[in-house]
């Protein structure tokens, strides 16, 4: 079964089994995270369209935390020999999907 949920204000279409990043989340790796906000299920052609949200959970177990790559951010102002470099590296959380319940 296929599902559309939102994790942390995104949405990640995820089947059992899935690995995926999110981002960053409370909890040790091995812990079980559930969310409940479901807005597509279906397999084939029945699909169940959310207003907003399903009735069900999606479980979830956290394997590690981590940082992506680094992101660079150059600013530049014209004709003023302003330039300036800035960089982040965000936070992550890898969950791996364990039961979907509709």
Same mark, same amino acid.
């Given at each position: 079964?296929?599902?559309?949920?939102?994790? @942390?204000?995104?949405?990640?279409?995820?089947?059992? !089994?899935? /690995?995926?990043? $999110?981002?960053?989340?409370?909890?040790?790796?091995?812990?079980? $995270?559930?969310? !409940?906000?479901?807005? =597509?299920? +279906?397999?084939?052609? !029945?699909?169940?369209? +959310?207003?907003?949200?399903?009735?069900?959970? $999606?479980?979830?177990? =956290?394997?590690?935390?981590?940082?992506?790559?680094?992101?660079? $951010?150059?600013?530049?102002?014209?004709?003023? !020999?302003?330039?300036?470099?800035? +960089?982040?590296? @965000?936070?992550? /959380?890898?969950?791996?999907?364990?039961?979907?319940?509709?």
């Amino acid at each position: 079964m296929n599902v559309v949920v939102e994790i @942390a204000g995104q949405q990640y279409s995820v089947e059992n !089994g899935t /690995t995926i990043n $999110v981002p960053l989340l409370e909890g040790k790796p091995g812990d079980t $995270v559930e969310f !409940g906000n479901i807005l =597509i299920a +279906g397999e084939g052609s !029945g699909v169940n369209i +959310g207003t907003p949200y399903l009735d069900g959970t $999606v479980k979830a177990k =956290i394997v590690e935390h981590g940082k992506d790559k680094t992101i660079l $951010v150059f600013h530049k102002k014209r004709r003023k !020999g302003h330039r300036k470099l800035n +960089g982040h590296r @965000a936070k992550y /959380t890898q969950i791996q999907i364990t039961d979907i319940n509709i």
